[in-house]
């Protein structure tokens, strides 16, 4: 498995679990936490969901152009 395949499916896992994480944090956790803390957890959802997008998108990248840089890191 190359680098940039790689890349894609640790992005692709880091998508499953960032829809996981909001609906944990939507159902569970809405009775439980402060509007606050809830903010917080969304905020941390959104930050894997860009983790997650970045992570495929530069393996997309890497398939598409390989390089040094992207490839052989």
């Given at each position: 498995?190359?680098?940039?395949?790689?890349?894609?499916?640790?992005?692709?896992?880091?998508?499953?679990?960032?829809?996981?994480?909001?609906a944990?944090?939507?159902?569970?956790?809405?009775?439980?936490?402060?509007?606050?803390?809830?903010?917080?957890?969304?905020?941390?959802?959104?930050?894997?969901?860009?983790?997650?997008?970045?992570?495929?998108?530069?393996?997309?990248?890497?398939?598409?152009k390989?390089?040094?840089?992207?490839?052989?890191?």
């Open positions: 498995m190359s680098l940039a395949q790689l890349a894609v499916l640790v992005g692709a896992v880091y998508g499953f679990l960032g829809v996981g994480f909001g944990f944090g939507a159902h569970a956790l809405k009775a439980r936490l402060s509007p606050e803390l809830l903010g917080v957890w969304k905020t941390a959802v959104e930050y894997q969901f860009y983790h997650a997008l970045a992570l495929v998108l530069v393996g997309l990248v890497a398939t598409q390989p390089s040094i840089a992207l490839t052989n890191a």
